[in-house]
């Protein structure tokens, strides 16, 4: 069980992802080399995904199937029935959506399958490094214990290298809206069972749950040696952002969006090198933005932010990463450097062992 601490590497907190330079070389990999057209070859520029919650590669049919392997009756119907389910209104009204349908992870093979699914397409879709959050506690509040989520994420993340050419590693994320009690009670079930988790994350209901509750949980995560993240700016405000940058002392912030209301905020990100990773096709259909065209994603490129482009919930926002890339270029017309930015930026503001964050640089690089 200790598979992705090995390829998590980079201990020192202090050594994290703002430190870095930009990487400003453009990729060789482009659609001229290779047989793909113009746009397939585009979503396959290597990248590293930092934002995604395993629980939300849950597709509707694996749902009905794991339904029926465990015996579990779900309150619809039917696949019609519940794709009929995934129109949201905001976070709250998908993150109902979201847990309710964890009930059918039951067993380790349920959340290896789910993640070996994950895993496949998203090797497709250009990925090839991942950093995959879980929500222990939304599976322990049903009576699946640590160990069987944990080890049944892990041990498809064990053999990612082999089975999809991806690295991987694991975020454990905590939920904002339960005590901070109760989220150290599960970090520590995490430690003692020497879970290979490489970092710690916060995430669900946002808004009235600021990052300071958790001030107790980062810093003991960072004793014991993990990196730090944790969702702000999604609907929450920008000093949500702030907060979680200096009390938590997060090395990463997700989604990040609302830092454009801030200007000394924007300023002090740019000049930090702090990463953001940003989920368009995830705020469009939780209306954080009305459309894509009114995503923030152009203007925070042009500030100078260490962007990278994530999928979160690919299951439920219409998406994998090589879709949130396709759609942005059918709205933006984004340029070749612009996604090899991207990729560059996500590649930099990962956890990954230095020595792995070169080789995905020479693979993008087209070494
Ligand atoms: C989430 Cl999009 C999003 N925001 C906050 N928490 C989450 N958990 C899963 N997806
Ligand atoms: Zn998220």
Redesign the pocket.
């Known amino acids: 069980m200790d598979n992705n601490r090995d390829t998590a590497a980079d201990p020192l907190p202090q050594t994290g992802p703002g430190t870095e330079m930009p990487e400003t070389e453009l990729p060789g990999t482009e659609a001229s080399e290779t047989n793909l057209p113009e746009t397939e070859a585009a979503q396959l520029v290597p990248l590293a995904e930092l934002h995604l919650?395993i629980?939300?590669t849950l597709q509707p049919e694996l749902i009905l199937e794991l339904a029926e392997r465990n015996g579990i009756t779900l309150p619809y119907s039917g696949l019609e029935e519940l794709r009929g389910l995934y129109e949201f209104t905001d976070?709250q009204s998908?993150?109902d959506l979201?847990y309710a349908n964890m009930a059918v992870l039951q067993t380790e093979r349920d959340f290896a399958d789910m993640t070996r699914a994950y895993l496949a397409r998203a090797a497709a879709a250009g990925v090839r490094h991942a950093e995959i959050?879980m929500?222990p506690q939304a599976h322990l509040s049903r009576g699946v214990s640590l160990e069987t989520c944990v080890k049944g994420v892990a041990s498809a993340l064990a053999t990612s290298q082999e089975d999809f050419g991806m690295s991987t590693l694991l975020i454990a994320?905590f939920l904002r809206d339960q005590s901070e009690e109760s989220a150290l009670e599960v970090l520590d079930g995490l430690l003692a069972m020497n879970a290979p988790i490489a970092a710690i994350g916060l995430?669900?209901?946002?808004v009235g749950y600021p990052p300071a509750k958790f001030e107790r949980l980062f810093a003991k995560a960072r004793e014991a040696g993990l990196r730090l993240t944790a969702?702000a700016g999604?609907?929450g405000p920008p000093s949500y952002i702030i907060e979680a940058l200096d009390v938590l002392g997060v090395e990463r912030i997700?989604?990040g969006i609302r830092c454009m209301e801030d200007p000394d905020l924007v300023e002090r990100l740019v000049e930090d090198r702090i990463p953001l990773t940003v989920?368009p096709l995830?705020n469009v259909r939780?209306r954080a933005v009305d459309t894509l065209a009114d995503h923030p994603l152009p203007a925070m490129l042009a500030a100078g932010l260490n962007v990278s482009v994530n999928s979160?919930?690919p299951a439920?926002?219409g998406g994998y990463v090589d879709d949130n890339f396709s759609q942005l270029k059918a709205v933006f017309d984004l340029s070749d450097f612009d996604r090899a930015r991207l990729a560059a930026n996500s590649i930099h503001s990962s956890f990954a062992s230095e020595e792995r964050k070169a080789e995905l640089l020479d693979e993008l690089n087209g070494g």
Do not use: I, N, R
């Not at 995430?203 to 946002?206: G, M, N, P, V």
């Open positions: 919650h629980e939300g976070l998908f993150l979201y959050m929500d994320a995430d669900s209901a946002e969702h999604e609907e997700d989604h989920c995830s939780l979160d919930d439920y926002f």
